[in-house]
């Protein structure tokens, strides 16, 4: 393996274009190439490397989620997820009799398909599901989760730029700090989103989604997708139905709650919204007023226009990374907010 490293450097040596040629790594100590900078220094390295890099594979995939419905409400005083989830799956290739969801620190209450109950095992990291019959590649199963999602749990560091993995964030849950409003955001990147929902929670899956959010009506809430109905209930809270056609990751799944303000604007017939506190409401344009430029730019540059229903802005408090581009609707730290 050692040779054929060696081999492919010195074939694209050779296939690069320099005023000096190559002919001994003696006494050379940098290089520009039109595609590359060879360094003295770190071909030394290469020299003295005895292991390669771990091979590092994507996730494998012995089902297909098809689509994800979710039915969401919050306790905010525990810091709680109220959820149902029913989820859409088929095989692959081989025949399923089981099934293994992503589902980190719930409390499982019931898992059934077609209102039966089904058999399950839970670990608190991960959802094994017995599958009523044997399934085939040509057929599909709606799973229906009910449970409750704790992300408090088993919170730790991420990674890199992301300094939280609980995947779901309660700001001021309880109302009692005067500087700071009470909020629900989430960040899933990478694998974070299984804190909130059960899912086979990998950059690898793509399926399609709906979310139903219930909420204090004085909340504005923010999912992927169209916003489909809005509907008050008789309890004083209001329920939002948020809808994702096109399949996307797991992983991009999002939903924020808060009291915003919406400015509204628009590119190309498609909305934009930009999502600030109250207070900052004026100046949602100034923050944001590259918007429909940007998209423009990129739709033309890669000449494929931006795909989805809308492109969503908000900021939130005590973000624990600067952005997360999340399908259609992208959060923000408070550090963008301001006057």
């Known amino acids: 393996m050692y040779k054929l490293i060696v081999l492919a450097i010195f074939i694209i040596f050779s296939s690069c274009k320099s005023s000096k040629k190559i002919t001994d790594n003696q006494g050379i100590e940098e290089i520009v190439f039109d595609t590359l900078v060879y360094s003295n220094a770190e071909f030394e390295a290469l020299e003295e490397a005895k292991e390669l890099i771990p091979y590092n594979p994507s996730a494998t995939r012995k089902y297909d989620v098809i689509h994800t419905k979710l039915a969401v409400s919050f306790d905010w005083a525990n810091q709680w997820v109220l959820g149902k989830a029913d989820i859409t799956l088929k095989p692959i290739f081989y025949k399923l009799m089981a099934v293994d969801l992503d589902a980190k620190g719930m409390v499982i209450h019931s898992v059934k398909s077609k209102g039966s109950d089904l058999k399950f095992t839970y670990d608190g990291m991960v959802l094994s599901i017995e599958l009523p019959k044997v399934l085939t590649k040509e057929e599909q199963i709606i799973l229906s989760i009910d449970y409750t999602a704790k992300p408090n749990s088993s919170e730790g560091y991420s990674g890199g730029a992301i300094t939280s993995d609980k995947g779901l964030f309660f700001i001021d849950p309880t109302d009692t700090d005067p500087f700071k409003p009470s909020q629900v955001w989430t960040q899933g990147e990478t694998e974070n989103n299984s804190r909130w929902f059960p899912t086979f929670d990998k950059p690898n899956e793509r399926c399609s989604q709906e979310i139903y959010i219930t909420v204090q009506d004085k909340y504005s809430t923010l999912s992927n997708g169209k916003l489909v109905s809005s509907t008050k209930n008789d309890n004083g809270t209001r329920t939002d139905y948020w809808k994702q056609d096109k399949s996307h990751a797991p992983y991009l799944f999002m939903l924020a709650v808060g009291e915003f303000a919406w400015v509204q604007d628009k590119w190309n017939d498609m909305p934009l919204h930009y999502i600030v506190e109250k207070e900052y409401e004026a100046s949602a344009k100034e923050i944001f007023d590259h918007t429909p430029e940007m998209l423009t730019f990129f739709s033309d540059i890669l000449n ?20 997360m581009e999340n399908t259609s609707a992208v959060i923000f730290g408070e550090f963008v907010q301001k006057h």
């Open 304 to 323: 494929y226009p931006y795909p989805w229903d809308k492109y969503a802005q908000i900021i939130t408090r005590d973000y624990v990374s600067g952005a």
